[in-house]
């Protein structure tokens, strides 16, 4: 069975400092993909990063960086200098890399920047 | 973004009468996905779909039932609402080894 751990459940930090959210993840297959979706105080969900399980190379994107380690079955997600705008819940999910992107999600953890 | 409408976006019923929550997409994907959001749960599958009429069981399948008869259209059906299926719903949908798109959600409550 898959499943995914964000043993964060929330974090409140004061604008411009860099924050990490942490994931967790287990499953069997060989080849999988791992995914970080941001749901902002609105409620829609949207798509931040997709990778699969033979790409380990970290990714940076602007402010957001993601380090993906097999090694200890985590794919966590850095925010460089947080913005207000960067409150939101934030979940990591794990998926098949073959057929239907099945999404298993973790519980999600709520990220506030103060002002 | 991908074109997902999902209908109603607000929906407030009694235990036992029968709900249907419908998932429109414009973008002829092939993968459709019925979600709800629970806190402390994240989002669990309910079913999804891989095709016209192909469907499949998610993690939370109890109590629920989906039928795609057009490409677009998407419809999850509970047959006899019951207080435990008050969440929110999300509906997804995606091109073959592509990521998945969510629609807005609908928020249903069962008193």
């Known amino acids: 069975a898959q499943k995914v751990t964000q043993a964060q459940t929330e974090i409140s930090v004061v604008e411009k400092e860099d924050v990490t959210l942490d994931c967790v993840y287990e499953?069997?297959?060989?080849?999988?993909?791992l995914f970080w979706y941001k749901q902002p105080p609105s409620g829609e969900l949207v798509f931040l990063i997709r990778?699969?399980?033979?790409?380990?190379q970290n990714e940076i994107s602007g402010r957001y960086s993601w380090n993906f380690q097999k090694s200890t079955s985590s794919f966590n997600f850095t925010i460089t200098a947080s913005q207000v705008v960067d409150s939101a819940v934030y979940f990591c999910?794990?998926?098949?890399?073959?057929?239907?992107?099945?999404?298993?999600f973790g519980q999600g953890t709520r990220l506030t920047i103060n002002p | 973004d991908a074109g997902i409408t999902q209908s109603p976006r607000h929906k407030v019923t009694e235990t036992g009468t029968p709900v249907t929550l419908r998932c429109h997409q414009t973008e002829n994907h092939r993968y459709m996905y019925w979600y709800r959001q629970d806190p402390g749960h994240g989002l669990r599958l309910i079913h999804y779909?891989?095709?016209?009429?192909?469907?499949d069981k998610g993690e939370v399948s109890d109590g629920y039932s989906v039928s795609r008869s057009k490409t677009e259209d998407f419809l999850l059906t509970l047959e006899s609402a019951t207080s435990s299926q008050t969440s929110v719903y999300f509906c997804a949908s995606g091109p073959y080894n592509q990521p998945q798109h969510f629609g807005d959600g609908t928020r249903l409550s069962i008193l």
């Open positions: 499953t069997r297959d060989t080849t999988y993909y």
């Open positions: 779909s891989y095709g016209v009429k192909d469907t």
């Open positions: 990778r699969n399980s033979f790409d380990e």
């Open positions: 999910a794990l998926s098949s890399f073959q057929g239907a992107q099945k999404l298993v």
